[in-house]
C-alpha cells in the first residue's frame, strides 16, 4: 500500500509528490488509480507505467515537491513509430494528477492506514476544480453515512475504481483504497512460510494457525497481522473471523486437518479457498464431506490442487503458483 510508504515519508518531516493516474480514455498501461511518489532528491517510489510518459512525469513530480505549483496534465499515447513516439503507442491518454504531500496531512493518511488494515473502508476525495491547488480529503466509510450529495460513494466502494467525476461545475476524483484482502494459512509448515513472503509482498494481509506453538509465532511469521495456535484446528473462524475478501489456504500436516479445516472454510464467505495436496486426496477428502452433507455446488469453490499449474516442487516454487492464483482471483481473472 502506497499510503504506507507516503506517511514514513511524512513522519520523517519530508515532503513528497504523489503522481496518480485519474482518468484515462482508449488503451492505456496502467488504470485510473495508479500511483507512484517522489521525494525532494527525486528518488523514486512505485511505477505508473514506466517509459516516457513516468520519465516526464517524474521529473514534473521532483519540482512539485520542492515547491511548484501542483500539475494536473494528460499523456496522449496515441503517437505512431513513424512519429517518433514508439514509447507511447497504447492508443490512449492518461489523465495525471502532480499533487505535493506535506507533513501537516499526516492525521489524514494515519486514518487511510487505519482503514486499510480494518478492510479498506474508506476513499480519498480530491478537488481538482482548481487544478493549480487540489485539495485532498479522506472519508473514513466506517464512520456511517457519506457525504450528502450526487456522488454515489458506496457505489465506487463496490466497484474499488478510481473515478474523476464532473459535477456542479466540480472536478472530484474519487480514489478508494486498495482492497487487499487476508491471506489465511491454515498450517505453518514450509510452504506456508514462502507464501507468507510472497503474500506480504504483493499486499496481503497474513494470518496465520497452527495447532503448534513453533509453527505459528510471530518469530516465524514477522510479516503476519496475526498468529494463533489453534488445537486440532477447531473452531478456527471463532478465533480468526471471517470475511468476503478473506483467502483461505489449507496446509496443514495431515489430512484429518486438512479435511477438518475445509468443513469450517466451506461455512465461510471466504472469497476463495485452497487446499493443497493431490487429487485422489481431494476426491477422498470430499466424499467423507458429501456424508456431512457438502454438495458438489460446495466442491466447486474450493481450488485444489492449489496454485496454478506451473511444474513447481519445492515450497519457493509452490508458493510462487499459489500466489500467482491468488492475485488472479483478487482481480477477477480466475
Known amino acids: 500500500m502506497i499510503e504506507k510508504e507516503i506517511l514514513a515519508q511524512l513522519q520523517q518531516n519530508h515532503t513528497v509528490a504523489l503522481v496518480t493516474i485519474i482518468d484515462k480514455s482508449g488503451s492505456a498501461p496502467r488504470l485510473p488509480g495508479s500511483k507512484m511518489f517522489v521525494e525532494e532528491d527525486g528518488t523514486l517510489h512505485g511505477t505508473i507505467g514506466g517509459g516516457r510518459m513516468e520519465f516526464t512525469a517524474h521529473e514534473a513530480a521532483t519540482k512539485v515537491a520542492n515547491g511548484a505549483v501542483p500539475v494536473l496534465t494528460e499523456f496522449d499515447m496515441r503517437g505512431s513509430s513513424s512519429e517518433g513516439d514508439s514509447d507511447m503507442v497504447c492508443g490512449g491518454v492518461q489523465h495525471v494528477l502532480i499533487e505535493r504531500l506535506t507533513p501537516e496531512m499526516i492525521p489524514m493518511f494515519e486514518q487511510a492506514l487505519d482503514c486499510f488494515v480494518d478492510g479498506a473502508k474508506g476513499v480519498w476525495m480530491i478537488d481538482i476544480s482548481n487544478r493549480k491547488c487540489p485539495l485532498r480529503s479522506f472519508i473514513d466509510m466506517r464512520k456511517g453515512n457519506p457525504p450528502a450529495g450526487d456522488i454515489d460513494f458506496k457505489a465506487i466502494m463496490r466497484q474499488r ?65 496475526s498468529t494463533h495456535v489453534i488445537k486440532d484446528f477447531k473452531n478456527l473462524f471463532q478465533t480468526i473471523g471471517q470475511g468476503e475478501d478473506y483467502y483461505l489456504l489449507i496446509i ?83
Open 161 to 225: 475504481i478510481t473515478q474523476l467525476i464532473n459535477i456542479a461545475e466540480k472536478s472530484i476524483v474519487i480514489d478508494p483504497l486498495p482492497k487487499s484482502g487476508t491471506v489465511v494459512l491454515i498450517g505453518g509448515g514450509h510452504v506456508s512460510k514462502e507464501v507468507a513472503q510472497l503474500a506480504s509482498y504483493v499486499d496481503f494481509e497474513v494470518v496465520v494457525c497452527d495447532d503448534r506453538q513453533e509453527f505459528s509465532n510471530k518469530d516465524r511469521f514477522p510479516m503476519a497481522r
Open 252 to 334: 496443514t500436516r495431515g489430512h484429518r486437518y486438512d479435511q477438518e479445516a475445509l468443513d469450517q472454510a466451506l461455512q465461510t464467505p471466504a472469497r476463495y479457498i485452497g487446499m493443497i495436496g493431490s487429487r485422489s486426496k481431494r476426491n477422498i477428502t470430499y466424499s467423507n464431506l458429501r456424508e456431512q452433507g457438502f454438495t458438489d455446488a460446495d466442491f466447486a469453490r474450493v481450488h485444489c490442487p492449489v496454485g496454478l499449474s506451473i511444474g513447481s516442487e519445492t515450497p519457493k516454487e509452490i508458493a510462487v503458483s499459489i500466489i500467482a492464483e491468488l492475485i488472479a482471483a483478487r482481480s477477477g481473472a480466475l
